[in-house]
């Protein structure tokens, strides 16, 4: 999978919108973008995927940027259960199925 | 729906002892499976994925081995433990599509203690 760049660490409010920023300037036409987090002890859980177009489920939005070199996944509303560590994930289009994790984001959301 | 079990959720052993990890898929068939590791405040490593029954793929060398010897079950072994292999296992399947799509989905789990 190619590269991704997150911040380390990310802190929000209880309630307020957090942007977790995501870089991927080595994206190809064909690499969808994924999202999995990471809750205290457990395992990964998905969050959503893309490919060009802006997607929205019941978990979160990921805005993906018009030259796709960067993306956005958007929590409206955080709670203290969306505390976790946040992966962003290109997934080659021909390349298996492997997921490819790095060190993510760690979003910390205080009361 | 699929459910995805992982037993045992945590285990002590001594340096040398054997290691066995199970996972087990219900709700789905053909799934592709997957063995992660993840070390104490560090990333998912990827060590063995299943396309199928009997076939297994290593991501890295070690000394672990994994077996698939029915549709959704999937186990990790060791013969002889190392400190170095103390971490979080976790076992996920996904159904396998292709073009980028396919999603993973994660077990609870087993935190192994190596001593």
């Known amino acids: 999978d190619a590269k991704t760049t997150q911040p380390n660490s990310m802190e929000s409010n209880e309630e307020e919108p957090v942007h977790l920023p995501c870089n991927h300037s080595t994206i190809s036409g064909t690499d969808y973008i994924h999202w999995y987090r990471q809750l205290p002890s457990q395992g990964p859980e998905y969050v959503i995927h893309g490919l060009t177009s802006n997607v929205n489920n019941r978990m979160a939005s990921l805005a993906i940027a018009e030259d796709r070199k960067s993306s956005t996944l958007i929590l409206h509303r955080a709670t203290l259960r969306d505390a976790a560590v946040y992966y962003c994930?290109?997934?080659?289009?021909?390349?298996?199925?492997?997921?490819?994790f790095g060190g993510g984001t760690r979003l910390m959301v205080k009361p | 729906s699929q459910t995805i079990h992982q037993w045992p959720a945590t285990l002590v052993q001594p340096v040398g002892s054997p290691l066995s990890l199970e996972c087990t898929v219900e709700g789905t068939s053909n799934p592709n499976l997957y063995w992660y590791r993840q070390a104490a405040g560090r990333g998912l490593q990827l060590l063995f994925y299943?396309?199928?029954?009997?076939?297994i793929s290593s991501e890295v060398p070690q000394n672990l081995s994994a077996s698939r010897p029915q549709d959704r079950q999937f186990i990790l072994s060791s013969k002889k433990l190392l400190l170095s292999d103390s971490g979080f296992y976790l076992c996920?399947?996904?159904?396998?599509?292709?073009?980028?799509?396919?999603?993973?989905?994660f077990g609870p789990g087993t935190r192994l203690t190596v001593l």
């Open positions: 996920a399947w996904s159904g396998g599509l292709a073009g980028g799509t396919d999603t993973q989905y």
């Open positions: 299943s396309v199928g029954i009997g076939q």
């Open positions: 994930i290109l997934r080659l289009y021909n390349a298996g199925n492997m997921l490819t």
